[in-house]
């Protein structure tokens, strides 16, 4: 699924943003001035309100069925249930074709509920590989996704002019487009994402309350993915739990080889695993 | 163990730093100013070439015994088990009266050693809470230890002109002084620094290959204790089993805790615990 799939005309394009946490509002203030009209929808007050005063869409609601009423492109920016949520309302609210993407964190779920659209809907799942621990729009950044993989998942149904759009959106906010399958990418991001929150959130829950005054970069480090939105965490959870439990299990294993060679107390055992370690981090992060 | 230990005539001080790595040399650049003469040692070419480089000692030289032969102060910045040797070593080098403070990763085993050291030695053992993954001297910065705690651990024969000596080198890099028992030091630090950076350690090792293309921001948080130095993190583990191996207990308890409520898939519950996650973490990182 590799390629390029042409130009896609932004300047002319009105785009509809359903949420604008952290990603929609990064990806808002990346798109604003690239785009030919912005509506944004969010169910929050506050992010309203700042929205209006960075003055970020040429329309801010609280309806999402105001927002995506003359748009060609509806990104939605939600967790992952509240997407499942907005793709069974959307045939309600617009009767005229219209690209869809969302960028949440789990893809099968999202394309499956994408595959039920009516024909007039062009879907694609989407999930740009960026972040931070503090969420919300207070905190977004157009340079975001600069150098970022955005990952795609089209649909059978998918049109090239919809993985246009895709590739264009990637481009305009700085990232590189991979396509994936969304089995396989669930599968992966298990790994290298739900799984280490998971293993963040058993640190911070591992810790005895005197260790406070002894936290160091690295403990900060290592427990950050423990301060993301439990709410989010919960539907990226509840739509993987599969592939969170395959990721789990090879790390309680890595956990238990690391043990045992600790318990043995032979240096020269611990020394070749901690130098395979120290080799695999700087082969991923030189 | 709190209060002023008054001050200490630093401009007067002739100080050797046994070690030109992340941390002795972040120290020598933080102190070069502040002192009346800095001697360096470090075995490796390149650290000295470097120190020479940026003219940051009096005197830069393979040779240990001549860097503390004038020194009031002497400074032993090497892994754990380098700063036994030293110890063991000093004695035969120096005749007269001189401060010891080292700046390893564990205390217990050290203190213990500095305790054997002939009267005319005035040791506390140290350990700034500060550091990166990326190791030597190349890396080092003087700011690195600003606003950190710098965590000192008295012996019974520490005098008040050590104590004070010690409370002078964290004011004047910046840090902030924290009194402790070695033991205690060394069980909370089994928590907050060595277990995790055997967690980051089983994270590397747990990820398929074909994860490479996926790894967010929040893997790379996560797994950035498995780049550390796998001598230095050797000397720790080696310096610190019985404590290190209590927190990897707490951990593995805390990750099947997290594993029963994902299995049991109780929404409530699973929710529940998340909340409890980021509750922790925003206690401590807000």
């Known amino acids: 699924m590799e390629g390029d799939f042409g130009d896609f005309p932004l300047r002319e394009t009105r785009i509809a943003i359903l ?14 001035e ?30 999402p069925e105001d927002a995506v009423r003359h ?26 074709p219209a690209i869809v993407v969302d960028v949440g964190s789990t893809k099968t779920a999202i394309c499956q509920a994408m595959a039920a659209l009516p024909p007039r809907f062009d879907p694609i799942g989407g999930h740009p590989l960026a972040g931070k621990t503090e969420a919300g729009l207070a905190h977004a950044d157009p340079h975001l996704f600069r150098e970022r993989p955005f990952i795609f998942t ?3 149904r998918t049109s090239p002019r919809a993985r246009a759009f895709a590739q264009a959106l990637a481009y305009v906010v700085g990232a590189f487009p991979l396509w ?16 280490p929150y998971l293993l ?7 810790v005895p309350p005197e260790t406070r005054d002894v936290m160091g970069p690295g403990f900060a480090s290592t427990v950050r993915l423990a301060g993301s939105s439990p709410r989010m965490m919960l539907d990226i959870l509840m739509t993987n739990l599969d592939a969170v439990l395959e990721a789990l299990d090879a790390l309680q294993d890595a956990l238990w080889e690391v043990r045992r060679t600790l318990e043995k107390e032979r240096e020269k055992d611990l020394q070749r695993l901690l130098q395979n370690v120290a080799q695999r981090y700087w082969a991923w992060f030189r």
Chains 1, 2 share one sequence.
Do not use: C, F, K
Request: charged share 15%; hydrophobic share 50%.
């Open 200 to 206: 963040s959130a058993a640190l911070a829950l591992a």
């Open 34 to 63: 690239h785009v030919r009209a912005l509506y944004l929808a969010d169910p929050d007050p506050e992010a309203r309100a700042l929205a209006h005063t960075w003055n970020l869409g040429d329309l801010v609601t609280p309806h």
């Open 154 to 156: 089209p649909l059978p």
């Open 19 to 32: 949420g604008t946490g952290l990603i929609g509002g990064s990806l808002a203030l990346a798109l604003r």
């Open 71 to 96: 748009a060609q492109v509806i990104l939605l920016a939600a967790p992952v249930r509240a997407i499942l949520d907005l793709l069974q309302r959307l045939p309600q609210w617009i009767a005229h």
């Open 180 to 195: 994936m399958e969304p089995e396989a990418h669930d599968r992966l991001v298990a790994y290298t994402s739900h799984m």
